[in-house]
């Protein structure tokens, strides 16, 4: 069993197609392209955690899910339907995950600070569409930074490892200040 992060697909939601320019023609091509690239990584045992914004059409996220490897996880965006349980292994609007040693904080939103921020944990959201820049040991798992594929917990630890901690107590060098 692997995890996997993801966030913001916007299944049924045609305006994203031209909001966040995607290379797609229509929703159908979007999704079909989604499915492909999501199973072509994800296997059938393993954990996935969608950071939100799953559908905009409610309607049409079981029928998204159900096409999908994976067990399904729900951290809710402010477009998700409440209370999809029967869909989801779990949901909630934020959680925090322990993989191989490593904390994982899931939320939709991006945060400054995070549970266990200062010792160490990772920062996983989505919301913002590939538009702000990480935070320290934070990263935009959302599809449109990456390639419209989930995104493995190692990669984030890869590119966010050598970030440095978020101490609320003190000023880290690695701020910067205008």
Same mark, same amino acid.
């Given at each position: 069993?692997?995890?996997?992060?993801?966030?913001?697909?916007?299944?049924?939601?045609?305006?994203?197609?031209?909001?966040?320019?995607?290379?797609?023609?229509?929703?159908?091509?979007?999704?079909?392209?989604?499915?492909?690239?999501?199973?072509?990584?994800?296997?059938?045992?393993?954990?996935?955690?969608?950071?939100?914004?799953?559908?905009?059409?409610?309607?049409?996220?079981?029928?998204?899910?159900?096409?999908?490897?994976?067990?399904?996880?729900?951290?809710?965006?402010?477009?998700?339907?409440?209370?999809?349980?029967?869909?989801?292994?779990?949901?909630?609007?934020?959680?925090? +995950?322990?993989? *191989? $040693?490593?904390? #994982?904080?899931?939320? =939709? @939103?991006?945060?400054?600070?995070?549970?266990?921020?200062?010792? &160490?944990?990772?920062?996983?959201?989505?919301?913002?569409?590939?538009?702000?820049?990480?935070?320290?040991?934070?990263?935009? +798992?959302?599809? *449109? $930074?990456?390639? #419209?594929?989930?995104? =493995? @917990?190692?990669?984030?630890?890869?590119?966010?490892?050598?970030? &440095?901690?978020?101490?609320?107590?003190?000023?880290?060098?690695?701020?910067?200040?205008?």
């Amino acid at each position: 069993m692997s995890v996997w992060f993801t966030a913001d697909e916007h299944i049924g939601h045609k305006n994203v197609l031209h909001l966040m320019d995607r290379p797609y023609r229509s929703e159908a091509e979007m999704e079909d392209d989604f499915v492909a690239r999501h199973n072509a990584v994800v296997g059938k045992g393993d954990r996935v955690y969608h950071l939100g914004d799953v559908s905009f059409k409610d309607h049409r996220t079981r029928m998204y899910i159900e096409q999908l490897n994976g067990q399904h996880h729900l951290i809710r965006g402010n477009h998700d339907a409440k209370k999809q349980t029967a869909l989801w292994a779990w949901e909630g609007l934020a959680k925090m +995950v322990k993989i *191989d $040693g490593h904390l #994982f904080y899931c939320s =939709h @939103y991006a945060h400054r600070t995070w549970p266990q921020s200062h010792y &160490g944990a990772y920062h996983c959201y989505g919301h913002s569409h590939g538009m702000i820049d990480p935070y320290f040991r934070s990263m935009d +798992v959302g599809v *449109d $930074g990456n390639n #419209f594929t989930p995104v =493995h @917990y190692t990669e984030v630890i890869a590119k966010r490892e050598d970030c &440095g901690f978020v101490d609320p107590h003190e000023r880290n060098s690695l701020c910067q200040s205008e």
